[in-house]
């Protein structure tokens, strides 16, 4: 698996998972300063599993999960770089990358919540909800 990991992530995360062997780019030290729209652009362009700690990525408008590997949210609390560290690994080690391309993965405390990748045939309508789904004819 390939991860980009944000800014907004501890670098303990990136630490941890190059100690296992995944290949990691941490923004934070190779991409200083991004825009978020750049960061979720190098994470489709790497094909890679985007971590980080940003709201603003769980708008699946303006940065669709389904094009990327996966989106992987941490949840704001008062997590130590530790355990943000074990969370990533622990759903690093869980989850099978087919399983998540495309999804939204938020990261809490109470658990992991997964978001799956929409379905080609759903699309974004005006005045209906994401999870609306539109039938083809």
């Not at 990691?24 to 985007?50: F, G, H, N, R």
């Not at 303006?62 to 943000?84: A, C, D, M, Q, W």
């Not at 969370?87 to 938020?106: D, M, N, Q, T, W």
């Amino acid at each position: 698996m390939k991860f980009v990991v944000d800014e907004s992530v501890s670098y303990a995360v990136v630490e941890k998972l190059r100690e296992l062997e995944y290949e990691v780019i941490s923004v934070a030290k190779d991409y200083t300063s991004l825009k978020d729209q750049d960061v979720y652009k190098l994470a489709v362009a790497e094909k890679a599993i985007l971590i980080t700690r940003d709201y603003h990525f769980t708008n699946s408008i303006r940065f669709p999960p389904e094009k990327t590997n996966g989106i992987v949210y941490i949840r704001h609390g008062n997590l130590k770089s530790e355990e943000e560290a074990r969370f990533v690994l622990e759903f690093a080690k869980k989850y099978i990358p087919e399983k998540i391309r495309g999804s939204l993965i938020i990261l809490q405390k109470r658990g992991i919540k997964i978001r799956p990748a929409r379905k080609s045939w759903e699309a974004e309508v005006p005045g209906l909800p994401v999870s609306c789904p539109i039938i083809p004819n």
